[in-house]
């Protein structure tokens, strides 16, 4: 009997393990991904096109009106999006925290979304395994769309979607003209003009420290790679042509400095147009990030008088580097940056013991932000200072969007979970707007991968030795313009091939 028993609660332990065993367990911090059967479309149904909001003003009136009085149909044939066709499309969908998710990828900012949950669910549509577009689910009536750097809301007007999508689609576009995403050309081409500072430590003098930068020109044609090319200091693209960018440590009356230099390259002429700061004495600098139209840097300033040397920042516009003082959020944010910003400081301060914040600055000046990286994005940061001992600072996130002024393209085509769990050691990292290729950052390398299905490939295709280098500049370029970039880099620069084919 004694021996039944036992073999009884054997069997109950047996069951037991596998039971745990096959428990299913959620993703901690994660996005959760699933496809949907396919009888079971997440927005089916016919939606109409309304305006939201538009990312950059100067495109406001060309790219809004081609949307009025158009609509949207799902169903798992095909999906009509105003004059675009997409067929035999596939859905996945994800979770993802809302307000990064309007920050980072939709540049909005969350308190002007009457937005409840704190996740969202993503619907990324594609078809013969190339992406089609992604929508946030707002609600079971409401999505949202970044279409042509255009946020569009649609709204729900019915379940119906047996209705002749040419119905719909603008009769006088050529079928070839491009709209379609199944029909767009085969070649797919995209580079990368990717910016790295190393610093030269100095111990005796930490804020004496030289920073010397880089660019490199990654690029590949149907996901296989070109010929990387290493230029010094920062080449960066502008509407006009291109600039070069970078800091030359010069020695004035035995003193040290460091002096900020760009030199503009025109599209129609070759014109070198060296533009300097001010050669101030005992000025130590360093960039942090390069746009199109802006640099955020940081600087110290030796006061021979006393020990006061701290910090500071600066945010410089790339056509006027001598200015003497830097931009201020409400320039390039609007007064709703401001408000943001001591928002955030306010915010900061509460979060801090009282011991603590009684050393800081209660306020920040409108001057004092820059932009820096985290989890793949880039984010806009305050700093506040000590109010007796200016040599301690303290750095905090502001809660807004990027403004398109300073920042065009900061998408990131896949999960930073997804990314870490494939490189543990990744730091950092940039996709490409066509969805083709990645770059993962680690403390010592760059490595290049191509995106399939929506996943890094199983191996990266190249790797480059970086040295604990830091991006401070990603510029993205599609289609014929990766040729015009590099014939322009080869032209203007003394070029070195890392990888010569």
Known sequence: MKKAKYIILLIILIICSLSVGCMKIDKLNGENISTPNNNLIPIEGTWKIEIYSCLDSNLKDNNLNQWKNKYAIFNKDNIVLGDEVCENPQYKIKKVNSDQYFLYRLRINP??????????????????DKPFYDFAKISDEQLLINLENCILSLKKVSKDTNINKDNFINKDKSKSSGKTKKNKEEVLRSGVLLGLKSVEEDE?????????????????????LNPVIEVSNLFLPRKTGFCELG?????????????????F?????????????????????????????????????????SEGRFYKLKVIPIDN????????????AGITGKKSLESSTESYLLSKGKEEANKLSKNSREQDFFLDRRNGHWIMKGRLYGIHDKKIYRDFNINFPIPKKMLNYDELQISWNSIKSKVPDAIDAYTSPNKDLALIITNGKIYIYTIENDKLSNKPIYNIDIKNEKVVMAEWAMGDYVEKWKEAIVKNKEVKFINKH
Do not use: A, H
Request: overall charge positive; proline content about 2%.
């Open 204 to 224: 005796e003098y930490p804020f004496k420290s030289k920073t010397n930068y880089r660019t490199l020109w990654i690029s590949s044609t149907n996901k296989s």
């Open 111 to 128: 308190g002007n979304i009457n937005i409840k949950n704190k996740e969202i669910e993503i619907i990324s549509v594609s078809s013969d």
């Open 321 to 332: 580097i001598s200015i003497d003082m830097g931009v201020k959020i409400s320039e390039v």
């Open 247 to 263: 800091l030359n440590r010069q020695t004035l009356e035995k003193n040290d400095c460091d002096v900020l230099f760009t030199k």
């Open 265 to 305: 390259y025109s599209n129609t002429s070759p014109k070198n147009n060296v533009t300097t700061t001010s050669t101030d004495k005992d000025i130590y600098r360093n960039i942090l990030f390069v746009g199109n139209d802006y640099i955020s840097t940081e600087y110290t300033k030796i006061n021979k008088s």
